[in-house]
């Protein structure tokens, strides 16, 4: 599977990157170089093994409905690039 | 000091021979001088290291000393500690000051230890030479023209190098195992589930596991000890209690049996590895071991089912990096698009970016199936291929890595080529497998590793036999020229 600079700067888009117009063929080869390797997966009939999304086969552990953590907005908000009166401030969304 | 082991360590402080505080002092000024050279810190914790180690001093004074009380450590910079700087060797978190602590780094802590500082490592732990990281590579204290392995290349370069005895590391595909064995240290991969990952930042959640690099298999069993347990904040943590491995180090291991896989031991082995591997493996023979040929018919699909599922996994968890609530922001984005799309181009580097758009590109739509979920079930098969030899054998051994290390650069322009590196170590993450590497002798003067995986949970059976065959050879006590007991 080779993708062109083009099916490369739509992926980015999904995946909110940009990539440069000047190393768009350069990541468009390596990506799709990537695809080439992953594509042998094709090959092996798999028709009767069950998918594996984790190594334990595990299910999912629950707990009882209690408050367990404490309020920590105040130390969260120290680490973001901008707040406002305890706001996340980001561009203006709605007009 | 710096030549002393975890073991050799605490016995000093507790007869007295020195102090906490002394030995980290002496540590410390020796990452001050040889550091710059090597890379290998991101950070350096200096005050809050002589303030545990005076704590750890005075409850070894009271008589209140346990598990690694006094003990200097580092940890890879992957692990939140609070307010300290934790940057997963990315531009992305370079200002990122954790508001807590990782499981993983509170265990540490409540055990005694010391944390010196934290240790450079590929950017989100992503490659196999520590060329990614944003503050540079680490280099490798054998040859400091060569990398040391990624991507917990800091951890492993800085015991190698004698700065520090042991350091926590983690391990998504080899991470742990194989720049242990490029740098001639011990790391021990765990079982998938023995140590929490919480405060751990993800890089593929259902692959991630942490574990201790440290010179000898006792070491890293003192390490793992403290580091695994139960963690109600990690819904993947197994509840199981954690064997105390430093007590069945000196088990015989007659009759142990050995499986080596036909697919890795054939034409295609560098022949200088085979030769060490198969050196080690007659030490064990001749301690009572017994050695058995296994198969793993899927071995060669490792490689390419880890390129679908970790990257699906890393573009899922690198997608909280959005430059509004922590980590890079991007000067004055236009709209909320452009914030995302800018912080993430202006602070991901190139490998990441790789990994990034493969995950999105398997996850997509129209070839979420074709992809994502044939990696998974192969992902069955190469599990089931290990449950089948586990039958025959009780461990199963290989070399730990491809070769000894390379040169910087040697492996960039190609990353299906770095990708290779791995061959050996993915299998074991794939299946959930405790793993390990350890020195096995050197090749023009660099070091090489065997690596043992077991069984779910037998870690302990694997640093027994790693523990027995350190007592009989001294591979793990060979040290850098420039960097051991000469300077």
């Known amino acids: 599977m080779a993708l062109t600079p083009d099916e490369v700067a739509k992926l980015a888009e999904l995946a909110r990157l940009s990539i440069d117009s000047k190393d768009a063929e350069s990541t468009a080869s390596s990506v799709s170089d990537i695809l080439h390797m992953i594509d042998q997966l094709k090959k092996v009939d798999t028709s009767a093994v069950a998918a594996l999304s984790h190594p334990m086969d595990l299910a999912q552990r629950l707990r009882p409905d209690e408050v367990t953590e404490s309020n920590q907005r105040d130390e969260f908000k120290k680490i973001a690039p901008s707040v406002e009166r305890g706001l996340y401030l980001v561009p203006r969304v709605i007009e | 000091m710096h030549n002393k082991t975890i073991r050799e360590i605490l016995n000093d402080l507790a007869s007295g021979e020195y102090s906490s505080r002394e030995i980290t002092s002496s540590l410390l000024d020796r990452i001050k001088k040889l550091d710059p050279e090597l890379n290998s810190f991101i950070s350096l914790t200096e005050d809050q290291a002589l303030a545990a180690a005076d704590s750890a001093d005075s409850a070894r004074s009271r008589g209140e000393a346990k598990g690694l009380c006094g003990v200097p450590i580092a940890h890879k910079d992957i692990f939140c500690t609070k307010g300290v700087r934790t940057s997963a060797g990315s531009k992305m978190l370079d200002n990122f000051i954790a508001p807590y602590d990782a499981t993983l780094v509170k265990n540490v802590a409540d055990s005694g230890a010391v944390c010196l500082g934290k240790t450079n490592m590929d950017e989100f732990a992503m490659g196999s030479s520590n060329e990614t990281s944003y503050y540079g590579p680490v280099k490798n204290p054998w040859d400091t023209d060569r990398v040391p392995g990624g991507s917990s290349g800091g951890s492993a370069a800085a015991v190698a190098a004698r700065l520090v005895p042991g350091a926590t590391a983690t391990d998504t595909g080899g991470s742990i195992r194989q720049p242990a064995s490029l740098c001639g240290v011990t790391g021990v991969k765990p079982t998938y589930g023995r140590v929490s990952r919480y405060g751990m930042i993800a890089f593929a959640s259902s692959l ?280």
């Open chain 2, 208 to 487: 991630d596991q942490a574990g201790p690099i440290a010179r000898t298999a006792e070491d890293c069993a003192l390490l793992l000890e403290s580091m695994a347990g139960f963690d109600p904040m990690d819904s993947t943590c197994i509840d199981k209690q954690v064997p105390k491995y430093s007590e069945s180090l000196t088990d015989s291991i007659k009759g142990l049996r050995i499986g080596l896989p036909k697919q890795y031991f054939n034409a295609d082995i560098n022949s200088e590895v085979g030769t060490l591997v198969d050196n080690a493996l007659n030490e064990l023979k001749n301690a009572g071991a017994e050695l058995v040929e296994v198969d793993l018919p899927h071995a060669d699909l490792a490689i390419p089912t880890y390129y679908v599922v970790a990257p699906a996994e890393c573009s899922t968890n690198l997608s909280r990096y959005d430059g509004v609530r922590y980590g890079y922001r991007c000067e004055d984005p236009k709209d909320l698009k452009d914030l995302y799309c800018r912080s993430r181009s202006e602070a991901f580097g190139d490998e990441v970016k790789r990994r990034i758009l493969v995950g999105t590109y398997v996850l997509s739509a129209g070839f979420y199936d074709a992809y994502y979920r044939q990696a998974q079930k192969i992902r069955r098969l190469v599990q089931q291929d290990y449950i089948t030899a586990f039958e025959k054998a009780d461990l199963i051994a290989s070399p730990a890595a491809l070769s000894t290390a390379f040169k910087f650069g040697e492996k960039t322009a190609d990353p299906i080529q770095m990708y290779q590196e791995d061959l050996y170590t993915i299998p074991a993450n794939l299946a959930g497998l405790p793993a390990m590497s350890m020195p096995c002798g050197l090749i023009e003067g660099l070091p090489i590793g065997m690596q043992f995986v077991g069984r779910q949970f037998e870690e302990a059976r694997m640093l027994n036999a790693a523990h027995q065959y350190q007592m009989l050879t001294d591979w793990h006590t060979q040290s850098p020229s420039e960097y051991g007991s000469a300077k």
